[in-house]
């Protein structure tokens, strides 16, 4: 039993580390997208002052992505010494 519960919690943090970079793949690559679509455009017109937010929210994302893996990691520990504890 205690395999099974230590295997699960495992599974549960490569499940996290994939999102977590499935979440940063997309949000460079949509930096990246905006980025060369504001190029495009007259500084200082709507479109450009859109873009510059998508830029400036994306940004924001990636700024965030490290406290959450730091999260996902410490309640997967946490997890795993209940799972030990209740063992003994």
């Given at each position: 039993?205690?395999?099974?519960?230590?295997?699960?919690?495992?599974?549960?943090?490569?499940?996290?580390?994939?999102?977590?970079?499935?979440?940063?793949?997309?949000?460079?690559?949509?930096?990246?997208?905006?980025?060369?679509?504001q190029d495009t455009q007259t500084t200082?017109?709507?479109?450009?002052?859109?873009?510059?937010k998508g830029l400036e929210t994306f940004?924001?994302?990636?700024?965030?992505?490290?406290?959450?893996?730091?999260?996902?990691?410490?309640?997967?520990?946490?997890?795993?010494?209940?799972?030990?504890?209740?063992?003994?």
């Open positions: 039993m205690y395999r099974k519960n230590k295997k699960a919690n495992l599974s549960i943090l490569q499940g996290a580390i994939i999102t977590l970079l499935i979440i940063a793949v997309l949000a460079g690559l949509a930096g990246t997208v905006l980025d060369k679509v200082d017109s709507a479109a450009y002052n859109v873009t510059a940004g924001t994302v990636g700024d965030f992505l490290p406290v959450v893996g730091i999260i996902v990691v410490v309640v997967v520990i946490v997890g795993l010494v209940m799972v030990i504890r209740g063992r003994q």
